[in-house]
Structures are given as C-alpha cells and as structure tokens.
C-alpha cells in the first residue's frame, strides 16, 4: 500500500479483498453485465457448499458434485468439490474458492467443512479448523473465543444442513468446522490480526458473491476497525491513508495498533462511520496529493474517481499571501507534490492549508458530531508537509 502515488494498493488489504491470485476450480462465476467482468464466490458461499456436500454424504452415503446451495438473495450456484471424505459418523468435503475476477486474497484457497453428527437436540455448533481465525478482542460481531465465522455464513449453513435433514432423515445436529489450507499464511495479508482474529482468516459473506473491485470487504474492515478500537477503550484514532503516513501518526500520537484505522483511498467511509460510531479524536493522516483531494471536498481519494485539482491548489496558495505569478506557476504544476515544494520555496504553507481545509472538509461530513479532528500532510519520504490542530464540532 501506497500514501501518495494514486494507485489502487493490491497487497495488505483485508478479508476478502485485493491480494494475491491463483487457479481457482469452484464454482463457475458469473459475468458481471457490461464490464466483462466475473463475480466470484466469498468463503461464506464455499464453506456452506462444502458444508451441504458433506452432510449429504454422511446421510446419503454419496457426495453430489457438483452441489447447489442457494444464496441470500436467490441464485443457485453450483461448486465442484475438490476433496471428499467421508468416515463413520464424519464426512469433510473441499472447494477451491473461485473469486471471479477480483484480485482477491482468498482466491485459490481450499475451503473445507468437516460435518459430524451431534446428539439430538444438539443443534448446529462452529468449530474453527487449521487456517480459519478464531476472536480475541471484543467489538466483533462474533463473541470473543468464537471462531471467525460470520453470522450470515452462519445462518446460510444452518439453512442449509436444515434442508438436507429435510430431504434425507437427519436430524439437523451436527459440529461444523471449517478449515483453510495456508489460510495462516493469507491471514497475514488482511486485517485479522489486528482486529484481534487470530489463527487464520474470517468466513466472510453477505450476499455469498464477490463483486469484482467492489472494495466492500476493505470499508468493511474499517467500520470493524472502529468497532474493535471502541470495545477496547480507545478514544483516539487515526485513519491513514497507507503504511507510511500511519507510521507518522504512531510517532505523532503514540497510538496502539488496535487505533489505527487502514483507511486507503476510503475517507468517507471512516467519516460517515465514526459520525455514527463516534469517538473523541479522529487524526486523519496521509499523503499530501490524496489529502488535497479531500480538502476539495472528494470522500474517495482513489485516482481513477478523483484527481488532485491543481486549480484548487493555486486558489489557497492566494489565500496563503501567494501572488498570482506563484499561483498560475502552482495551477500548471505536473504533480500536486509539484505544487507544494514552489509553494514551500515561496514561504507560502500551502500543506498547512491543505491539512486545515481536509479538516474542515471532515468535520463537515461528520456533521456536529462530539469528535474532534486533526489532519496530518506527509511526503513521499514520510515528512510532515502540513498540518492542522484538533478542532471539534462548535470550533473548539
């Protein structure tokens, strides 16, 4: 991940997000209409058809594969297994998680549900097997010691080991545990374990599909960000726009890992969360070029929906005492990083103009809630270019 270059970041990103790829052999995706590009599968909708499979197979005798599941929303995907086994009283089936065309981190991996058959009247209980995460800190929508098996993954198995008792006699009371293979080793590419799930990776899903470059599992991971930091007292945190500027907002503030929140390109969706979620202090920190675009009033610094307005510069270097030969020479800079050293050389502090102008762009997208902001301008080196006090809702 990057602060300043305006590039989608493709490593470090949580969940079921950008990453690492691999040959997948899951379900068949669909096409996405118009864009040419496929959906995939989340490690919910694998899980829960590795799940289906396995039961079948312990009351059946017999493994469909394909096997169909259907999703929250209706559609019925069909998964190819690719590893079976099956034993008295305990049946494991696998699926390749296909993530479409979605540079995911889980794309590859080998999703297995282990099934047993509990006692009547157990129900259905989680078990975290070898790769899959298991909650450490409160905050989560999932008890702390839980696996990381999200609800809705959750309630889908349920479902659907309850549609299997139906067709074929069981009474729907079985141990699940799901496993991932290396799934350690992709953990270390998302956020778990600085939300506290550790072990491996979380089962994720809402819809069972993934929607190529949809960025829902990184905003996803922020407002769990902001949950974790909450439970655990925290009443500072930091959004940062990439490993760098969150490195200076540790030496600023001194802040934990569990305040940091990994903001990326996405500063309206920690806005509009902590608006809900509040907290005393919010310290947005960044690159100079993505901060400007906030300044400007853009909640998503990513530079295919947003450019540095040079423009704009040039109008608060005026503001800043800088003539206008300065600020047509700032309004034709190549870069907005260009831009701030003519300024710099001039006297003119346009990064603590940028920084004070993000903060009151912030501050009004919180819209008077108790959170104080500050803003933190770095270079690509990691020095602070600009910078803007705290200031609350009324001013303060």
């Given at each position: 991940m990057t602060d300043v270059a305006d590039a989608t970041a493709t490593a470090g990103t949580p969940g079921e997000a950008p990453g690492t790829a691999g040959k997948a052999a899951g379900g068949r995706a669909a096409q996405l209409q118009h864009t040419g590009l496929r959906h995939g599968w989340t490690t919910g909708a694998c899980a829960t058809a590795a799940t289906t499979a396995a039961y079948t197979a312990l009351l059946t005798g017999e493994f469909p594969d394909p096997v169909t599941i259907t999703l929250p929303k209706g559609q019925t995907p069909a998964f190819a297994l690719a590893a079976e086994q099956l034993e008295e009283g305990r049946a494991m089936a696998g699926i390749v998680k296909d993530a479409g065309d979605d540079p995911d981190v889980t794309h590859g991996a080998l999703i297995r549900a282990t099934v047993r058959i509990l006692p009547p009247g157990s129900g259905v209980v989680f078990r975290a097997g070898p790769g899959v995460g298991t909650?450490?800190?409160?905050?989560?929508?999932?008890?702390?010691?839980?696996?990381?098996?999200?609800p809705v993954p959750r309630q889908l198995m349920r479902d659907h080991v309850a549609g299997v008792a139906a067709r074929h006699g069981g009474s729907g009371d079985v141990e699940i545990e799901v496993s991932v293979d290396h799934g350690a080793e992709i953990a270390r590419s998302t956020w778990n374990p600085r939300l506290g799930i550790l072990g491996g990776?979380?089962?994720?899903?809402?819809?069972?599909?993934?929607?190529?470059?949809?960025?829902?599992?990184?905003?996803?991971?922020?407002?769990?960000?902001?949950?974790?930091?909450?439970?655990?007292?925290?009443?500072?945190?930091?959004?940062?726009?990439?490993?760098?500027?969150?490195?200076?907002?540790?030496?600023?503030?001194?802040?934990?890992?569990?305040?940091?929140?990994?903001?990326?390109?996405?500063?309206?969706?920690?806005?509009?969360?902590?608006?809900?979620?509040?907290?005393?202090?919010?310290?947005?920190?960044?690159?100079?070029?993505?901060?400007?675009?906030?300044?400007?009033?853009?909640?998503?610094?990513?530079?295919?929906?947003?450019q540095?307005?040079?423009?704009?510069?040039?109008?608060?270097?005026?503001?800043?005492?800088?003539?206008?030969?300065?600020?047509?020479?700032?309004?034709?800079?190549?870069?907005?990083?260009?831009?701030?050293?003519?300024?710099?050389?001039?006297?003119?502090?346009?990064?603590?103009?940028?920084a004070a102008t993000a903060?009151?762009?912030?501050?009004?997208?919180?819209?008077?809630?108790?959170v104080a902001v500050d803003v933190i301008c770095i270079d690509r080196?990691?020095?602070?270019?600009?910078?803007?006090?705290?200031?609350?809702?009324?001013?303060?």
């Open positions: 909650v450490t800190r409160p905050g989560l929508p999932l008890d702390v010691g839980e696996p990381a098996i999200n990776i979380s089962i994720l899903g809402t819809t069972g599909i993934v929607v190529p470059y949809s960025c829902s599992a990184w905003i996803d991971s922020i407002r769990r960000g902001v949950d974790v930091a909450r439970a655990a007292g925290r009443r500072h945190v930091a959004g940062c726009t990439g490993s760098t500027s969150e490195k200076v907002a540790v030496a600023v503030h001194g802040l934990p890992e569990d305040a940091l929140l990994d903001m990326g390109d996405f500063a309206g969706a920690v806005l509009k969360y902590i608006r809900r979620h509040p907290v005393d202090r919010l310290t947005v920190a960044g690159g100079f070029a993505k901060l400007s675009k906030l300044a400007a009033g853009h909640l998503d610094l990513h530079s295919g929906r947003s540095v307005d040079k423009g704009f510069l040039a109008e608060l270097a005026r503001r800043g005492g800088a003539g206008e030969e300065l600020a047509a020479a700032v309004a034709a800079a190549n870069t907005g990083l260009e831009a701030l050293r003519l300024c710099e050389a001039a006297g003119v502090p346009l990064g603590d103009l940028v903060r009151d762009e912030a501050l009004a997208v919180l819209r008077g809630a108790p080196a990691g020095a602070i270019v600009g910078r803007a006090g705290p200031v609350g809702p009324r001013g303060d």
